[in-house]
């Protein structure tokens, strides 16, 4: 199995969330590939970017995992391949000027973190797009960076990806 990361709009390859669950991953065998899109402001480049990263990677089981606009990336490429799970974090669906492109629920297991407390992407956003399909949401008493959640959501990672190589 293969995990690659995707970061959000102001972050970078290997901020504090995507490390934290890079090491959950790499404890369950997984290959790690975190993609770099510092200076790329629009979701289509990205989705771009990772559907090539994707091609060059050893054709295996991918789980998807991706933050805030990272997670509407990873859901836009689960759409348009297979992947084995997609795995997102304060995703940047609905956004205002993107409400059109928000993607569908890709056929695969999702799981939803989000925090209660989030001022940039609103907690409604996960639910209602949870309402288009089967989803699991962990809510949390957090904002939208998620840092006090970090515990929770390496043990909700860490029992996804089990739940997905006991298939």
Not at 43 to 72: F, I, N, W, Y
Not at 74 to 79: Q, R, S
Not at 96 to 106: K, L, M, N, Q
Not at 136 to 155: K, N, W, Y
């Amino acid at each position: 199995m293969q995990v690659v990361f995707s970061h959000g709009l102001e972050s970078g390859p290997w901020g504090s969330k995507i490390t934290a669950m890079a090491e959950v991953a790499k404890a369950r065998n997984a290959r790690v590939t975190s993609v770099d899109y510092q200076g790329m402001r629009e979701p289509q480049p990205r989705v771009d970017k990772l559907l090539q990263c994707l091609a060059s990677l050893p054709q295996e089981p991918t789980v998807l995992v991706g933050s805030s606009m990272g997670g509407h990336v990873a859901t836009a490429v689960a759409n348009q391949r297979p992947v084995a799970g997609l795995f997102v974090l304060a995703p940047a669906f609905f956004m205002p000027g993107f409400e059109a492109i928000t993607p569908a629920v890709p056929d695969c297991p999702m799981e939803i973190v989000h925090g209660w407390h989030d001022d940039v992407v609103p907690v409604s956003n996960s639910l209602r797009y949870v309402e288009a399909g089967t989803v699991t949401v962990h809510l949390v008493d957090s904002d939208h960076r998620l840092g006090s959640a970090l515990p929770e959501i390496c043990q909700w990672f860490d029992r996804f990806l089990a739940g997905l190589q006991d298939q």
